[in-house]
């Protein structure tokens, strides 16, 4: 018997309209029995498949029953109901009002956890909105929890709208999908945090009224209700305050961030009481051995199940509550941290500022904080400076060039201040990509740091086009000025900048391996340090250049000496530093060169790749840089060649002369005035380098093949060989490090 | 014949041979593309392309939809998306295709 359809042939709708389709036609037929046996007669390891489908295409494919791919499975296989806000309601699964506090307790405490998981990373609806009563806040009738309620939606909303508009996330960081889920839209934010301090005004009332009175006998029952009450105020108090911080950072004055500032601190006062009360809160009551997550009332894990993609298999799991608290005291550290941007005034402070931030790996709620804290509206830094002004400060500070200083002639030169305005509008929008990508994660950064070099060429170039015609636009007015170089350096000065945090990001993110080391760290000390520190000391030149001419000047009006005390050059501790980092890389390479002398440096067998290949991969992203030219492969070699010395130094000799390096830096950094902890960073490195490359001179461990470990614990740039680690306690015994 | 391994996709040279395997994979063949539901063991019923199967009847879907547990109704809200989904063999309880994709594929559905 042959089945025919009656229904009429429509070959063109098989890839869509796959749903219209079943519902017209029902000509289903049977066939599992005829296939399972045409599928036996294939060999084993066959597939059968279309000609455009292969086993490429095969791979990517969910894997149905797989506990890990498919998100539909839980579902399914939990033996109980999954009931929606509205149904368990009805069911009597949920209270809406004449809630125990112990189970507001519960709740309330649940919510934040759900909140912070979110926070790092996972989605709505696996978290917040497990939380029936997130749901739908209308149909709490119990006062505290719709408030609570409504809160936690406006802390979401918020801190999604701040997220998004900060853009300084990936899929890895933050996920915005709301799911078309309400976040309280119809309710403005001031009226839930009226509606929180509402509440909180009641609780304290109970909290007063149940409070111990003098010679009174205590019932141990009203004592627990006391602390119960309490325990409620506390995390209302910290709902209220902690929106009211994220809507105050949402205000366009630059005031407000200090405000913001003093909310979050208020609301880390409540931490403690919050941490040692947790234990009043109900718990999730099903047995969880059976794979079943726990639930407790007003909470359903799987309620989102099916509006979860299918790629999207991961149940998230909820963070503790026992590690709530330190989490959000945290956060608020960060959210501190970040209100104290306002302070810094000069571009390359800030900028200072966002990769000292950046380099804790903050949230990515912090890191967009800072971002809108910064850039309100994408217009002005903190509301009130006009970026081109930011730019034109921070170029006084580090180049003074002429044209910017007030007894300059071009400062009043039409031309000149056309030059100079159109040049620092190009520089803004790159300077405000770079101050972004610090917002970034740490992996992204690096990727990123990598293209804005392209955009910062481009900026070398009208740089060095500008300075020329201002400076003979100068030779003109002002014969015995120079503008030479002046904001060419500027941007050399940035471009290395972002060069070296590329190549040693590179150490912190693990990418490079063992035997790569040396030509990193040669190229960040024999290169780009090197051209650094030129950089530094042409803009220290140029900028007593300017001074010297302001002195005159002045000398010329009023006899009076103004030259007394020597004044500290705002450039030096770059300097300084800069130098201390290039005996590190010098040290670390010379130390890399001797190892593999001697065979300690694992070598891959190259047979896909060579080192060349691997070199011009790491270095890629130079090419795209004027100045400082990019140095391939081959000159690398030619300069690195240890043969064009007469005699070629030995190992023995390259460990010494690390050993130097290192010694160098540590006297360097030993005369720093006020060390930061940098500074300290380095110096723990730099003093067990110094005894372990003499001992290896020495020729300690010469003939055993064991290779070197590099510990990059105490500095993420620079690590101290750990193969030696006996050695040097040894060694400590007898001569105490200090 | 028995023994030669055919090269996958359709083929459309014709063969004389009427080895099982032979008829088997032409059977399959002309099932390629077409709309596919399959039931598995948790009650769930998958709807999408086939595109491509092995001997342990480990099948691949493309552009799959997913159904709860009923079979003949879709009353159970709306389907998911899932799209390309592989379901394993020992996942399969039925296997149906529409009536009409069965004329290009030979073999199916004929009492024999």
């Excluded at chain 1, 550290?333 to 380099?359: Q, Y």
């Excluded at chain 1, 200083?405 to 190009?426: E, G, P, R």
């Excluded at chain 1, 500095?715 to 015994?733: C, G, I, T, V």
Aim: glycine share 4%; net charge neutral.
């Amino acid at each position: 018997m042959v089945m025919k359809s009656a229904v009429e042939d429509d070959d063109a709708g098989w890839g869509l309209g796959i749903p219209e389709k079943m519902k017209n036609n029902a000509n289903w037929v049977d066939i599992t029995h005829e296939f399972k046996g045409a599928c036996k007669e294939l060999n084993l390891g066959e597939l059968l498949h279309d000609k455009l489908f292969g086993l490429f295409e095969a791979m990517s494919a969910i894997e149905m029953m797989d506990p890990k791919m498919d998100a539909g499975m839980i579902g399914n296989q939990v033996n109980r109901k999954v009931l929606n806000f509205e149904q368990a309601i009805k069911e009597e699964a949920i209270k809406v009002k004449d809630l125990s506090l112990p189970e507001l307790i519960g709740i309330i405490d649940t919510c934040f956890c759900c909140l912070i998981t979110w926070l790092e990373g996972h989605s709505l609806a696996q978290t917040v909105f497990t939380c029936l009563y997130v749901h739908n806040p209308d149909l709490i009738e119990e006062p505290a929890l719709k408030a609570f309620a409504l809160g936690i939606l406006k802390v979401c909303d918020i801190a999604r709208e701040k997220v998004n508009k900060a853009a300084v996330f990936e899929e890895e960081d933050f996920q915005a999908m709301t799911y078309g889920f309400k976040m309280a839209n119809n309710v403005t934010d001031l009226r839930v945090t009226g509606m929180l301090k509402d509440v909180e005004d009641e609780l304290q009332r109970k909290v007063k009224s149940t409070r111990i009175r003098q010679g009174e006998q205590r019932d141990p029952e009203v004592e627990r209700e006391h602390q119960q009450f309490l325990a409620l105020f506390n995390r209302i108090k910290f709902m209220r305050l902690l929106l009211t911080a994220l809507i105050t950072f949402t205000k366009k004055e630059t005031s407000s961030v200090g405000e913001a500032q003093k909310l979050v601190v208020q609301a880390a006062d409540l931490l403690s009481a919050i941490h040692s009360s947790i234990q009043h809160g109900i718990q999730s009551q099903n047995d969880t051995t059976k794979g079943d997550h726990p639930i407790m009332m007003g909470f359903e894990p799987l309620v989102n199940q099916r509006l979860l993609p299918p790629t999207f298999p991961r149940y998230a799991k909820i963070i503790k509550r026992e590690d709530m608290v330190a989490y959000f005291s945290k956060l608020i550290d960060r959210v501190k941290t970040v209100c104290d941007v306002i302070n810094t005034t000069n571009l390359h402070g800030i900028l200072d500022f966002f990769c000292e931030f950046s380099e804790q790996s903050p949230c990515v709620l912090s890191r967009s904080l800072l971002q809108t804290t910064f850039l309100i509206d994408n217009k002005k830094v903190f509301g009130t400076h006009l970026m081109q002004d930011m730019i034109k400060d921070a170029l006084r500070y580090f180049v003074s060039p002429p044209v910017l200083s007030h007894k300059c002639c071009l400062f009043n030169n039409h031309q000149a201040k056309d030059y100079i305005d159109s040049f620092v509008t190009h520089c803004s929008r790159p300077f405000c990509s770079l101050i972004q990508i610090h917002g970034h994660n740490r992996a992204r950064q690096r990727d990123k740091l990598g293209h804005i070099l392209e955009e910062f060429a481009t900026l070398q170039d009208e740089a060095e086009k500008v300075d020329a015609a201002l400076h003979s636009l100068l030779m003109k007015l002002e014969p015995q000025r120079q503008h030479l170089a002046c904001l060419g350096t500027w941007i050399l000065y940035h471009n290395l900048r972002i060069m070296i945090q590329y190549l040693l990001s590179g150490f912190e993110l693990e990418l490079y391996s063992m035997h790569e080391y040396y030509y990193i760290y040669w190229y960040l000390s024999e290169f780009l340090y090197a051209w650094l520190m030129s950089t530094l000391s042409r803009a220290d030149s140029s900028q007593m250049a300017e001074e010297r001419l302001m002195e005159e000047q002045v000398k010329g009006r009023s006899s009076k000496k103004t030259k007394k005390k020597k004044k500290v050059r705002p450039l030096s501790k770059e300097i300084t530093m800069s130098q201390a980092y290039q005996n590190m890389c010098a040290g670390m390479y010379k130390t890399m060169v001797a190892l593999d002398m001697d065979g300690k440096v694992r070598k891959p067998q190259f047979e896909l790749d060579s080192e060349q290949v691997r070199y011009e991969h790491r270095f890629a992203p130079f090419n795209s840089v004027v100045t400082p030219p990019p140095v391939h492969y081959i000159q690398f070699k030619e300069m690195s060649d240890l043969k064009k010395y007469n005699p070629p130094p030995g190992s023995t000799d390259l460990y010494l002369a690390a050993s130097k390096h290192f010694q160098q830096a540590k006297l360097i950094l030993e005369n720093v005035p006020s060390p930061d902890p940098e500074v300290n960073r380095i110096l723990k490195v730099a003093k067990p380098n110094i005894v372990v490359t003499k001992l290896l001179a020495g020729g300690h461990k010469k003939d055993t093949k064991v290779l070197p470990e590099f510990d990059f614990s105490a500095h993420k740039y620079f690590p101290w060989s750990k193969s030696s680690d006996s050695a040097l306690r040894e060694r400590q015994k007898v001569i105490p490090m200090a | 014949m028995a023994t030669m391994i055919e090269e996958n996709g359709p083929s459309t040279h014709e063969q004389s041979g009427v080895s099982p395997s032979y008829q088997a994979r032409q059977k399959l063949e002309g099932l390629l593309n077409k709309n596919m539901r399959i039931r598995m063991t948790d009650g769930r019923t998958l709807v999408g392309l086939f595109l491509c199967t092995d001997r342990d009847c480990n099948v691949i879907l493309g552009s799959a939809q997913e159904f709860l547990k009923s079979t003949d109704t879709f009353s159970q809200g709306e389907p998911r998306v899932l799209g390309l989904a592989m379901i394993p063999g020992h996942h399969v309880v039925s296997i149906e295709v529409e009536a009409d994709s069965l004329e290009d594929a030979q073999g199916f559905g004929v009492n024999h």
